[in-house]
């Protein structure tokens, strides 16, 4: 019996697992107090976006600036990488929007509902027709939103481009902080919020019957993910450093592991001060947890 506590993680120590490392290029994005939010690559390009509300290319051997993408006014959320041309991008000035790296100037397409929720996350069905976006929460109407939209319907950024085709309000109550779609059923969604849930549902039906299954993390959710073989299985990672595993159509949790900062061995060089995101390799099927370190 363990009284439902986790069983302690085991730590192994592979030396030669990653190379001794040294600078080989830096670059400043920008001079005085700039912070990065987030950062992507392709084949061609190191993708980052900043305070400033910018988003410069880098080129990723030399650190040279390519280019850089100016349109939205606010924090931008998120960047997200669509193959060789294409990069999407949310902010919290409510719009969404989507760069065609062939053009040169605004974007192509842009996303945005009537009220210009602020958008903290979003994400693009496998069928690369709906963008789904998660909103912080409305303090007037004391609710979170995830918005619809319908690519083929987009407007460009000089279009009043409300373009909303569905919105679901009910889902969660407060900020709804990942948005990710199944890899290969493009009407399954599950989203993740500062509420601590975990929900999946069937977007094409209305949001009183699409809820298929709901996780308690009893955390705020920081970031979510399928992996598996076939997508079967769902992890979450909170504000609070911990990660849990659940099964994705029974929501069963399948372990809990709590706080990973606990699974730092100073002794072997190991110190895990914060987890950045999971990433699943499809062919040792495994789950790997990218963390970081203040030293």
Not at 201 to 217: C, G, K
Not at 239 to 259: K, P, R
């Amino acid at each position: 019996m363990n009284d439902g506590v986790p069983p302690p993680i085991a730590i192994t120590a592979a030396p030669t697992l990653i190379p001794p490392m040294s600078l080989r290029h830096s670059s400043a994005f920008s001079h005085g107090d700039i912070y990065i939010f987030d950062i992507t690559a392709n084949q061609s390009n190191l993708i980052v976006s900043a305070s400033t509300h910018e988003i410069k290319l880098y080129n990723p051997s030399t650190l040279a600036i390519n280019r850089v993408l100016k349109f939205h006014t606010d924090t931008i959320s998120q960047v997200k990488a669509h193959g060789e041309n294409f990069i999407f991008s949310s902010s919290k000035d409510g719009h969404a929007a989507l760069w065609d790296l062939r053009t040169d100037g605004a974007p192509v397409q842009t996303y945005c509902s009537a009220r210009k929720d602020p958008l903290l996350s979003f994400d693009l069905n496998c069928a690369e027709q709906i963008l789904a976006a998660g909103t912080e929460l409305n303090d007037e109407m004391y609710e979170a939103y995830i918005h619809f939209f319908d690519t083929r319907m987009a407007g460009n950024a000089s279009t009043a481009n409300n373009t909303a085709v569905k919105t679901f309000n009910e889902s969660h109550s407060d900020d709804v902080t990942q948005i990710k779609f199944h890899p290969t059923n493009p009407m399954r969604l599950m989203s993740g919020s500062v509420d601590g849930l975990v929900c999946q549902m069937d977007i094409s039906q209305e949001e009183d019957d699409a809820m298929e299954v709901v996780a308690n993390t009893e955390a705020s959710v920081h970031k979510i993910g399928y992996f598996g073989p076939q997508a079967e299985y769902i992890y979450a990672l909170s504000h609070m450093e911990t990660l849990s595993l659940w099964m994705s159509d029974q929501a069963d949790m399948i372990h809990n592991f709590g706080d990973v900062r606990g699974v730092s061995n100073p002794g072997l060089g190991l110190t895990v001060d914060y987890m950045v995101d999971c990433q699943y390799d499809p062919i040792t099927q495994r789950l790997f947890v990218l963390s970081g370190s203040n030293e």
